[in-house]
């Protein structure tokens, strides 16, 4: 019994629901509110992924610093070995110190790649922000219209009763038609029951005189 109470609880909330999503459907300032939703959400997705970039690129300039840092470390440590004639250590020194200015140039060429691609991003994305402000001015308008519209709307069914309810006479009208037919009726029946109460007052009074006679 309890699992036929929640499956029909189920069953009429599907179906509430779907009334209310077609409901949302055909009214534009609602799909334009839930576009505007989506857009929000993607703003903060770039977002998020912008301030990634900017850890990327502090990272970048971190090792960057670092392999440069070592390249000149090898490079006075080898300067100390030849001094010393120690040609091993000055030539693994060396090898060294190759090794770290090439990093350190892969390293600053990703960095200045780096921060072009956020100088785009930056770029891009104060446009996508303007573009989301539009958009809110749009539905503030969009809105103003359709407060207006309605306010008209309920405003005319007052104004122009028939033009509103679709009658070829407004309802003041056919009360007064329908007021007109009940006053008629009530005076015809009175001008009857006066009539047969005239008659019977002279046949009362004819019979009295006969007998008088």
Do not use: W
């Amino acid at each position: 019994m309890s699992n036929l109470l929640t499956r029909i609880k189920d069953s009429i909330s599907s179906d509430i629901n779907e009334l209310l999503d077609q409901k949302e459907q055909k009214n534009p300032i609602a799909m334009l509110n839930q576009h505007l939703r989506l857009c929000e959400k993607e703003v903060k997705r770039v977002r998020d992924r912008i301030d990634r970039q900017y850890l990327l690129k502090d990272t970048f300039i971190r090792e960057y610093h670092q392999a440069a840092e070592m390249a000149e470390k090898r490079g006075r440590q080898a300067e100390i070995a030849r001094q010393a004639s120690e040609q091993g250590l000055q030539e693994f020194a060396l090898k060294e110190k190759e090794d770290y200015a090439q990093k350190a140039e892969r390293i600053k060429a990703a960095l200045d790649n780096c921060v072009r691609q956020l100088e785009q991003l930056e770029e891009k994305f104060a446009d996508m922000k303007r573009r989301l402000k539009d958009m809110y001015l749009k539905r503030m308008e969009l809105m103003s219209r359709e407060n207006i519209a309605s306010a008209n709307s309920h405003m005319d069914r007052v104004i122009h009763p028939g033009q509103a309810f679709g009658q070829s006479f407004s309802i003041f009208e056919e009360s007064e038609l329908y007021l007109e037919r009940l006053e008629n009726k009530v005076n015809t029946e009175d001008q009857h029951n006066t009539i047969d109460a005239r008659i019977r007052r002279i046949q009362r009074e004819l019979k009295a005189k006969g007998q008088t006679d």
